[in-house]
């Protein structure tokens, strides 16, 4: 069983910058590969980034590319999604999601475990 808690979620101006981070429970972090969904309102749940279990592969949705980074540091269970140059159609709750096998996927149907999102606002 895998708990995961986001923060770092909040409002912040187009163009701004903001840093999630995901802290997993439990000893096996780092066999599960790590995803960032997020979903806006009337909106399906949609890919944004993932990472397999040693940091060494990442993916990321064409519309997030080249502005959101994911990271790992397994030593502290933790994943983050460093954001910049947010814009307003980035506004979402995002969530984390645990997948348990070490190869990240875009399908959120391959993941296991989810947190409960935290909130991102961006303001044009």
């Known amino acids: 069983q895998v708990q995961l808690v986001e923060s770092g979620g909040g409002l912040v101006q187009a163009g701004g910058s903001l840093r999630l981070s995901c802290v997993a429970s439990g000893r096996t972090f780092s066999r599960y590969a790590m995803g960032w969904f997020r979903q806006a309102p009337g909106k399906e749940r949609e890919f944004v980034a993932a990472?397999?279990?040693?940091?060494?592969?990442?993916y990321y949705a064409d519309s997030v590319k080249g502005r959101f980074t994911i990271s790992r540091d397994n030593a502290k269970n933790t994943v983050y999604l460093q954001m910049n140059s947010l814009k307003p159609e980035d506004t979402a709750v995002y969530y984390c999601?645990?997948?348990?096998?070490?190869?990240?996927?875009?399908?959120?149907?391959?993941?296991?475990?989810w947190g409960q999102g935290t909130q991102v606002t961006v303001s044009s």
């Open positions: 990472i397999n279990w040693s940091g060494g592969t990442t």
């Open positions: 999601a645990a997948k348990a096998t070490s190869s990240g996927s875009a399908l959120y149907t391959r993941y296991n475990y």
